[in-house]
Structures are given as structure tokens and as C-alpha cells.
């Protein structure tokens, strides 16, 4: 019986190996998998949104010109209360789009995407003329809108702030 005893050992050894090795490969945390990056072509529906925007104010179309704001946007017009929520906008685009010879055009010069893919902001060049008394008078300046990606995958204007900031 001596002959059994330092088996004895080696197999409870064997035995505590074998456990940790199967509680070790069986309770492995998976990793999620990483999100997709998708900023180029979030990018790309937002210089979109943007071209298909000026074409709905060259058109005087107060409709589609405010359906690129999401409900609770806001509005920060150089020399104009602050307009907040889409009604709030919608009423400060009737009266912009009702000036006398009212012309208004923009790009964006950069648009950067969060990598999450839920934020974007652009900044770009506007031009904007209205014709008081006979006058026609120019701005040229710059913006700054903040996007949200909304819950259809489309993006909507949360802030917009048109500067006087010339180019």
C-alpha cells in the first residue's frame, strides 16, 4: 500500500488542473463586437441634406426649408431673438423667407462625424441678401450646426448659428 500514496497527490493535482482548465475555457467573456464606422457616409447624407436644404429655401418652401430641424432644435440668428423648438423656427422662417428679395445660400466647408455616429457639426460659408428700400445688401459669412442622427437614421439640425463672421 506505500506504493499508492504518492499517487495520491499527483492525482488531485491532476484532478484541480482539469477543473481550472474547463471552468477556464467555459466562463470566457465574449467581447462585443465593435461598431461599425460609418462616418464617411454620415458624412456624405449630411452634405445631402445640406444641398437638397438650400434648393427647399431657393424654393421659398417654409415646409421642407424647417424639415431638416429636429423638434427641439434651436436657432441662433445674428441680430434675432434665439428661436427654440420647430414652431419657434418655423415662425423665424416665415418672416426670412418673406423679406424682400431674400436670397440665401450655404455649404459646408467641413463636416466632422463622431465616431458613435449619433453627433455630427458642420461649419461652412453662407451668403445671404435682402433687399430693404430698394437696396439689395449681401452678407457673406459663417455657421456652425450641430446634427443628431435620429432614430430613423436620418439627421436633423440641433443647433444652428449662423455667424457675421465674414470668410
Known amino acids: 500500500m506505500t506504493h499508492l500514496r504518492p499517487c495520491v497527490p499527483i492525482l488531485v493535482l491532476l484532478a484541480a488542473l482539469a ?28 452634405r445631402a441634406a445640406d444641398a437638397e436644404w438650400v434648393k427647399a429655401v431657393a424654393a421659398k418652401d ?21 428661436a427654440q423648438g420647430k414652431d419657434a423656427i418655423q415662425k423665424a422662417f416665415t418672416g426670412l423667407l418673406a423679406m424682400p428679395g431674400f436670397a440665401l445660400t450655404f455649404a459646408p466647408t467641413k463636416v466632422e462625424v463622431s465616431r458613435s455616429g449619433d453627433l455630427a457639426y458642420e461649419t461652412g460659408d453662407y451668403e445671404l441678401t435682402t433687399d430693404k428700400k430698394g437696396k439689395p445688401q449681401t452678407t457673406k459669412a459663417k455657421y456652425v450646426v450641430v446634427w443628431g442622427k435620429q ?4 439627421w436633423k439640425a440641433l443647433v444652428d448659428s449662423p455667424t457675421t463672421t465674414t470668410p
Do not use: K, V, W
Not at 415646409?63 to 436657432?75: F, I
Not at 432614430?151 to 436620418?154: A, Q
Open 19 to 46: 477543473t481550472a482548465t474547463a471552468c477556464n475555457t467555459a466562463t470566457q467573456p465574449t467581447q462585443p463586437a465593435a461598431p461599425q464606422d460609418t462616418r464617411a457616409a454620415d458624412e456624405a447624407a449630411i
Open 62 to 82: 417654409m415646409q421642407q426649408s424647417t424639415s431638416y430641424y429636429a423638434d427641439t432644435a434651436q436657432l441662433f440668428a445674428p441680430n434675432a431673438p434665439a
Open 151 to 154: 432614430p430613423n437614421g436620418t
